[in-house]
């Protein structure tokens, strides 16, 4: 796998082929084409992200991208971070094993996060319900039928109380939510939750995803229009910049985009122009690169390709440290090592869900080989339902066996340096500067949503996959070969009436057991910070320690800012 | 309105739509009304925000308590027909609102920005008791410029950043606006296109942006031209010779945010305005006969060729032609012989 | 124009309103069936997320669609689906069938088929499968 010489002494004109580039093309030519002539073509050799792949990668290709060992890769934890964002990686300091998790009401959801930290879960991330993600109280009349769904209810602090019961909250490595279109308010009850234990800021650490540019092109929570949304998210960052600088509480996502359809490489440039957008509104806000970027992760994606998600966190690294240390003058490790959370996917299918388990396994040890920091893993039963407690707890075992078993973390970054994975971390990193030219050319993160840029490449991709699939061109086990009736499991996301009872009894009580005068003068001041455009996390934590809802402080957001309209491209 | 009555106005449409049984009929009753409803016609390159503007524009005049109907069209595919029409997404302010009624269309393969029935609709919506109808068309640039034929005030809508100088200039946009509007005034480099727009229009036009009185005499340079332009011609037949007429319409160029009420508020009142010049100065009822005898010439068209045309989607060629087709490929005809002979045949 | 065409060219396309009810923000597959739907010649309106189900109804009689197809994939389904049903019978509009799509369990689908959902397509169907019910399906003598 490793390269005898450095190449770079070799660098031969494109037209005139090298030794290497003319051996391979005899083989080509006397080997394998006559054995490829006998056999049909199983299907297109053709990744997602449209990339052909040859039969075989040799040093010639290396020659052809002008591979340079010191100027693209590097050693692990120093510039540009090709090959690991910290010095020993899985060998030193094995990735997070991380539980995405949440149904029902708080009490039946603090009994599932007990079990998860049982068999060993090291970071929770609250997965909440879609009343709550999108600012509406449990008994709005927009949560008819959602509340307890798709996640837990999270009316007010008391329902933060309860689901943390008997969980001390520096107990796990990290705690956190996703919270994308209320990233100030998650934060501020998770830091009010920690004063409630007696916990202080600095001994436990909280991660948010608070992405809420990616919500309007593909995951769909979206309250505000953008350009506010997106200021009260970097509100959040620069609260901990002040106030708690270990926190992780922006995570930018390219996970949802590439799901939508827009492929990884496209989808990691638009997550990163998302990023950008939120790095300059907290440069604008007078705090300085090497203090925000250490707070921001990246999410992310690649679950169709092995070998490409591996090559994509690679030139993800790549690019954050050069943009980091090029664009923006960064000049600490923590500011140009890129972070990242995956969630291990796979081609999950609805027919016979336990084949989900190995598809997950291969999505996620792609991660792994990739160098991803936090790690979690989809249930199996993940796509047709909220994961059963053998399911969750399946994927837990799978992520300890891949930090355990078969020294997959025992050396660091072990395909680097494979023609293979350089050939197509280099062609990776190519797509994403071309998306990241393009974005520009439109003006950036911003113009992205309201041109209906992302929403088109999104679509595009989508029917492209779609086809693939229908045509064979990508294969799929039990769908397009050896094709299955789906089995949509009793249990998908019932939700529960008996929760959604307790919650709208908590929520009934806390409304009228709270200090009205507090909550009203509180909320008094949400509005007016967010009127004269200071940082909101100071007044929304106020609100939050006076038990306000989440729905009562959206709202005056939704008064002040207005609502989202949603673009036409479909 | 009832949600019965939303039903049959909606079943109305379809019929004329779908020219199903009774589509003669019911036009029949239409065009005898006496109320033809004000048509203002929304177009622009896409992206501009139309779909957007339109849902404030409906609101705001929603308020008064009148009837308002949106006719928004989208263009179909022309491989299948088919479309996806998204312009309810935009709606937000003009949602659940009573009196007003919102219909998607598809183009149905004609060009030229309009269905190839949206006259006919907009005088099934008189019948309805509809006084004003907002037209969105497909925003596909230079094939909008029908809907001026329609519509008794063209609002022409364009954003900063759709590419230098201004598209709508190249698409033939420029020629058709009564009104013009840069959306989306808060982004940078709104006031340069707004600029680009009023020296455009400023090539065409004497005098400010709405109603202008004509100069007295040894005022000012009016001399007649000898004989204008065909284009100049059109803008003059439309908002007034400043050399004859007592009166001329110069358009505005307004700034607007669609989520900003007061702009709002005055491109309403800038479309009244000129609807209402345009009627105290009879260009509404010229307009009308111009529209009318379209639409009488396009109807003619129609019956006199519909033994001949196909079937769409169909490679076969209709019984009369067959022969006629043979002939002229064969090299024993010309097209201009068959055309008479078949003409004649029909008794025409 | 009114004028009668010759041989009766098949103008009258099959129009359906894809709908998201509810709070569930994904609608990759609705965009993907839309898609397919208009590749098949029909008329695709969308209303956009977070639709009450008295605005769908209401915008799926201005629009005088012949179905709703309602994605959905929070598991609302139960209460929303029905719902639906209910208000367009209300309003006189019964000949507008509802189909839906998504993340539904198999164990539900016999109640909301005899509540009056036409049908329930899982995630992951063949675009052509549903085309293939719409065309069997619509009444095409409708207006």
């Given at each position: 796998?490793?390269?005898?010489?450095?190449?770079?002494?070799?660098?031969?004109?494109?037209?005139?082929?090298?030794?290497?580039?003319?051996?391979?093309?005899?083989?080509?030519?006397?080997?394998?084409?006559?054995?490829?002539?006998?056999?049909?073509?199983?299907?297109?050799?053709?990744?997602?992200?449209?990339?052909?792949?040859?039969?075989?990668?040799?040093?010639?290709?290396?020659?052809?991208?002008?591979?340079?060992?010191?100027?693209?890769?590097?050693?692990?934890?120093?510039?540009?971070?090709?090959?690991?964002?910290?010095?020993?990686?899985?060998?030193?300091?094995?990735?997070?094993?991380?539980?995405y998790?949440g149904?029902?009401?708080?009490?039946?959801?603090?009994?599932?996060?007990?079990?998860?930290?049982?068999?060993?879960?090291?970071?929770?991330l609250v997965a909440l319900d879609l009343p709550t993600q999108c600012g509406y109280d449990?008994?709005h009349?927009m949560s008819?039928?959602e509340?307890?769904n798709v996640g837990v209810a999270i009316?007010?602090?008391?329902?933060?109380?309860?689901?943390?019961?008997?969980?001390?909250?520096?107990?796990?490595?990290?705690?956190g939510t996703l919270g994308n279109s209320i990233g100030p308010i998650v934060l501020a009850l998770y830091?009010?939750?920690?004063?409630?234990?007696?916990?202080?800021?600095?001994?436990?650490?909280v991660n948010l995803q608070n992405d809420p540019l990616k919500e309007y092109i593909a995951r769909g929570t979206q309250i505000l229009p953008p350009a506010p949304a997106a200021k009260l998210a970097t509100d959040a960052v620069?609260?901990?910049?002040?106030?708690?600088?270990?926190?992780s509480p922006m995570t930018v996502c390219v996970n949802h985009i590439n799901a939508g359809g827009a492929g990884s490489?496209m989808g990691t440039a638009i997550a990163f122009a998302n990023a950008r957008h939120y790095i300059e509104l907290l440069?604008?806000?007078?705090?300085?690169?090497?203090?925000?970027?250490?707070l921001l992760h990246m999410f992310p994606d690649?679950r169709?390709?092995?070998?490409?998600?591996?090559?994509?966190?690679?030139?993800?690294?790549?690019?954050?440290?050069?943009?980091?240390?090029?664009?923006?003058?960064?000049?600490?490790?923590?500011?140009?090592?890129?972070?990242?959370t995956v969630y291990?996917h796979?081609?999950?299918?609805?027919?016979?869900?336990?084949?989900?388990?190995?598809?997950?396994?291969?999505?996620?040890?792609?991660?792994?080989?990739?160098?991803?920091?936090?790690?979690y893993?989809a249930?199996?039963?993940e796509?047709?339902?909220?994961?059963?407690?053998?399911?969750?707890?399946?994927?837990?075992?799978?992520?300890?066996?891949?930090?355990?078993?078969?020294?997959?973390?025992?050396?660091?970054?072990?395909?680097?340096?494979?023609?293979?994975?350089?050939?197509?971390?280099?062609?990776?990193?190519?797509?994403?500067?071309?998306g990241?030219?393009?974005i520009?050319?439109i003006g950036g993160a911003l113009p992205v949503i309201a041109t209906g840029f992302g929403r088109r490449v999104m679509t595009e991709g989508a029917?492209?996959?779609?086809?693939?699939?229908?045509?064979?061109?990508?294969?799929?086990?039990?769908?397009?070969?050896?094709?299955?009736?789906?089995?949509?499991?009793?249990?998908?996301f019932?939700?529960?009436?008996?929760?959604?009872?307790?919650?709208?009894?908590?929520?009934?009580?806390?409304?009228?057991?709270?200090?009205?005068?507090?909550?009203?003068?509180?909320?008094?001041?949400?509005?007016?910070?967010s009127?004269?455009?200071?940082?909101v996390v100071?007044?929304v934590?106020?609100?939050?320690?006076?038990?306000?809802?989440v729905g009562?402080i959206v709202d005056i957001w939704r008064n002040r800012f207005g609502s989202f309209a949603p673009a036409t491209d479909f | 309105?009832?949600?019965?009555?939303?039903?049959?106005?909606?079943?109305?449409?379809?019929?004329?739509?779908?020219?199903?049984?009774?589509?003669?009929?019911?036009?029949?009753?239409?065009?005898?009304?006496?109320?033809?409803?004000?048509?203002?016609?929304?177009?622009?390159?896409?992206?501009?925000?139309?779909?957007t503007?339109?849902?404030?524009?409906?609101?705001?005049?929603?308020?008064?308590?009148?009837?308002?109907?949106?006719?928004?069209?989208?263009?179909?595919?022309?491989?299948?027909?088919?479309?996806?029409?998204g312009?309810?997404v935009r709606r937000s302010?003009?949602?659940?609102?009573?009196?007003?009624?919102?219909?998607?269309?598809?183009?149905?393969?004609?060009?030229?920005?309009?269905?190839?029935?949206?006259?006919?609709?907009?005088?099934?919506?008189?019948?309805?008791?509809?006084?004003?109808?907002?037209?969105?068309?497909?925003?596909?640039?230079?094939?909008?410029?029908?809907?001026?034929?329609?519509?008794?005030?063209?609002?022409?809508?364009?954003?900063?950043?759709?590419?230098?100088?201004?598209?709508?200039?190249?698409?033939?946009?420029?020629?058709?606006?009564?009104?013009?509007?840069?959306?989306?005034?808060?982004?940078?480099?709104?006031?340069?296109?707004?600029?680009?727009?009023?020296?455009?229009?400023?090539?065409?036009?004497?005098?400010?942006?709405?109603?202008?009185?004509?100069?007295?005499?040894?005022?000012?340079?009016?001399?007649?031209?000898?004989?204008?332009?065909?284009?100049?011609?059109?803008?003059?037949?439309?908002?007034?010779?400043?050399?004859?007429?007592?009166?001329?319409?110069?358009?505005?160029?307004?700034?607007?945010?669609?989520s900003?009420?007061?702009?709002?508020?005055?491109?309403?009142?800038?479309?009244?305005?000129?609807?209402?010049?345009?009627?105290?100065?009879?260009?509404?009822?010229?307009?009308?006969?111009?529209?009318?005898?379209?639409?009488?010439?396009?109807?003619?068209?129609?019956?006199?060729?519909?033994?001949?045309?196909?079937?769409?989607?169909?490679?076969?060629?209709?019984?009369?032609?067959?022969?006629?087709?043979?002939?002229?490929?064969?090299?024993?005809?010309?097209?201009?012989?068959?055309?008479?002979?078949?003409?004649?045949?029909?008794?025409? | 124009?009114?004028?009668?065409?010759?041989?009766?060219?098949?103008?009258?396309?099959?129009?359906?309103?894809?709908a998201k009810v509810g709070l569930d923000g994904h609608d990759v597959g609705a965009r993907v069936?839309?898609?397919?739907?208009?590749?098949?010649?029909?008329?695709?309106?969308y209303t956009g997320l977070r639709r009450?189900?008295?605005?769908?109804?209401?915008?799926?009689?201005?629009?005088?669609?012949?179905?709703?197809?309602?994605s959905i994939l929070s598991g609302a389904?139960?209460?929303?689906?029905?719902?639906?049903?209910?208000?367009?019978?209300?309003?006189?509009?019964?000949?507008?069938?509802?189909?839906?799509?998504g993340v539904?369990?198999?164990?539900?689908?016999?109640?909301?088929?005899?509540?009056?959902?036409?049908?329930?397509?899982?995630?992951?169907?063949?675009?052509?499968?549903?085309?293939?019910?719409?065309?069997?399906?619509?009444?095409?003598?409708?207006?």
């Amino acid at each position: 796998m490793n390269i005898a010489k450095s190449p770079r002494s070799i660098s031969p004109a494109p037209d005139e082929p090298s030794t290497a580039g003319r051996q391979h093309d005899r083989w080509v030519r006397e080997v394998y084409a006559p054995a490829a002539e006998e056999k049909a073509p199983r299907k297109p050799f053709v990744v997602d992200v449209g990339i052909p792949i040859k039969p075989l990668y040799t040093p010639a290709n290396l020659e052809r991208i002008g591979f340079d060992y010191e100027r693209d890769l590097g050693f692990p934890g120093e510039y540009p971070f090709t090959r690991g964002d910290r010095p020993g990686m899985n060998r030193l300091d094995p990735f997070v094993v991380s539980a995405y998790s949440g149904f029902g009401d708080a009490e039946a959801c603090n009994r599932r996060f007990r079990k998860l930290i049982e068999v060993g879960t090291e970071q929770i991330l609250v997965a909440l319900d879609l009343p709550t993600q999108c600012g509406y109280d449990s008994d709005h009349e927009m949560s008819t039928a959602e509340v307890g769904n798709v996640g837990v209810a999270i009316d007010s602090l008391a329902d933060m109380e309860l689901l943390f019961n008997g969980i001390p909250v520096d107990s796990l490595k990290r705690i956190g939510t996703l919270g994308n279109s209320i990233g100030p308010i998650v934060l501020a009850l998770y830091a009010a939750l920690g004063e409630k234990q007696g916990v202080p800021w600095q001994r436990y650490t909280v991660n948010l995803q608070n992405d809420p540019l990616k919500e309007y092109i593909a995951r769909g929570t979206q309250i505000l229009p953008p350009a506010p949304a997106a200021k009260l998210a970097t509100d959040a960052v620069a609260w901990c910049v002040d106030n708690a600088p270990g926190w992780s509480p922006m995570t930018v996502c390219v996970n949802h985009i590439n799901a939508g359809g827009a492929g990884s490489s496209m989808g990691t440039a638009i997550a990163f122009a998302n990023a950008r957008h939120y790095i300059e509104l907290l440069l604008a806000a007078g705090y300085t690169i090497d203090q925000v970027a250490p707070l921001l992760h990246m999410f992310p994606d690649e679950r169709h390709d092995f070998f490409v998600s591996i090559a994509n966190l690679r030139a993800l690294r790549r690019i954050w440290a050069r943009t980091m240390k090029e664009t923006y003058g960064a000049t600490t490790r923590e500011a140009m090592a890129c972070r990242t959370t995956v969630y291990g996917h796979g081609q999950e299918a609805l027919a016979e869900p336990l084949n989900n388990i190995a598809r997950t396994a291969f999505g996620t040890l792609a991660y792994v080989l990739g160098g991803a920091s936090y790690v979690y893993l989809a249930g199996y039963d993940e796509a047709v339902s909220t994961p059963n407690e053998e399911s969750a707890k399946v994927a837990l075992r799978t992520l300890q066996i891949i930090a355990n078993e078969h020294g997959f973390g025992d050396t660091i970054d072990p395909l680097g340096g494979s023609y293979y994975i350089e050939t197509l971390t280099s062609e990776v990193e190519r797509q994403i500067r071309e998306g990241l030219a393009q974005i520009e050319a439109i003006g950036g993160a911003l113009p992205v949503i309201a041109t209906g840029f992302g929403r088109r490449v999104m679509t595009e991709g989508a029917v492209r996959r779609q086809r693939a699939i229908d045509s064979g061109a990508r294969p799929w086990v039990t769908v397009n070969m050896w094709p299955q009736k789906p089995n949509v499991s009793n249990t998908a996301f019932r939700g529960d009436a008996q929760a959604t009872e307790r919650q709208l009894a908590r929520l009934a009580r806390v409304k009228s057991e709270r200090d009205h005068a507090r909550v009203a003068a509180t909320l008094a001041e949400v509005d007016r910070a967010s009127a004269e455009g200071r940082n909101v996390v100071p007044s929304v934590l106020e609100a939050v320690r006076a038990y306000a809802t989440v729905g009562e402080i959206v709202d005056i957001w939704r008064n002040r800012f207005g609502s989202f309209a949603p673009a036409t491209d479909f | 309105m009832e949600p019965g009555e939303i039903r049959r106005i909606a079943r109305a449409i379809s019929t004329v739509e779908n020219q199903s049984a009774g589509c003669e009929a019911l036009l029949e009753q239409a065009y005898r009304q006496t109320h033809w409803p004000n048509v203002i016609g929304i177009t622009g390159p896409p992206g501009a925000g139309k779909s957007t503007l339109v849902d404030a524009l409906v609101a705001h005049w929603a308020r008064s308590g009148e009837r308002i109907a949106v006719l928004a069209i989208d263009p179909s595919s022309p491989y299948s027909g088919g479309a996806v029409l998204g312009d309810r997404v935009r709606r937000s302010r003009s949602s659940g609102l009573d009196n007003v009624y919102f219909r998607s269309l598809s183009s149905r393969g004609h060009v030229g920005g309009l269905s190839d029935t949206a006259t006919d609709l907009v005088a099934v919506l008189g019948l309805f008791g509809f006084r004003r109808v907002i037209v969105e068309t497909v925003g596909a640039g230079q094939s909008d410029v029908e809907v001026h034929e329609t519509a008794d005030c063209t609002v022409v809508v364009t954003v900063p950043g759709l590419g230098d100088g201004i598209q709508a200039a190249k698409a033939g946009l420029m020629e058709i606006g009564d009104v013009f509007v840069v959306n989306k005034a808060d982004l940078p480099g709104a006031e340069d296109t707004a600029r680009t727009v009023e020296r455009a229009l400023a090539a065409a036009y004497t005098g400010s942006p709405g109603v202008n009185a004509r100069p007295k005499h040894g005022q000012g340079s009016a001399e007649p031209a000898a004989s204008p332009s065909p284009g100049l011609a059109a803008l003059q037949l439309r908002h007034g010779d400043a050399t004859r007429d007592d009166t001329t319409w110069v358009p505005p160029v307004l700034r607007t945010v669609a989520s900003e009420n007061a702009e709002i508020a005055m491109l309403a009142d800038v479309v009244d305005r000129f609807i209402g010049w345009s009627d105290g100065a009879g260009r509404l009822a010229m307009r009308a006969r111009e529209r009318a005898y379209g639409q009488i010439v396009r109807a003619l068209a129609t019956l006199l060729l519909a033994p001949y045309v196909r079937v769409p989607g169909s490679n076969a060629i209709p019984a009369p032609v067959e022969q006629w087709v043979k002939d002229v490929a064969g090299g024993r005809a010309s097209p201009a012989e068959a055309a008479r002979a078949l003409l004649d045949r029909s008794g025409a | 124009m009114s004028v009668p065409a010759p041989a009766a060219p098949q103008r009258r396309k099959i129009r359906i309103l894809m709908a998201k009810v509810g709070l569930d923000g994904h609608d990759v597959g609705a965009r993907v069936v839309a898609r397919g739907l208009l590749d098949a010649g029909m008329e695709v309106i969308y209303t956009g997320l977070r639709r009450k189900p008295d605005d769908v109804v209401r915008a799926a009689i201005e629009e005088d669609v012949d179905w709703i197809g309602v994605s959905i994939l929070s598991g609302a389904h139960r209460v929303l689906l029905p719902k639906l049903r209910r208000l367009l019978d209300a309003q006189g509009a019964e000949d507008i069938g509802i189909i839906a799509g998504g993340v539904i369990p198999q164990e539900d689908i016999p109640e909301l088929t005899a509540q009056g959902v036409s049908r329930v397509f899982l995630s992951g169907t063949p675009v052509a499968e549903i085309v293939d019910f719409l065309f069997r399906e619509t009444r095409h003598d409708r207006v």
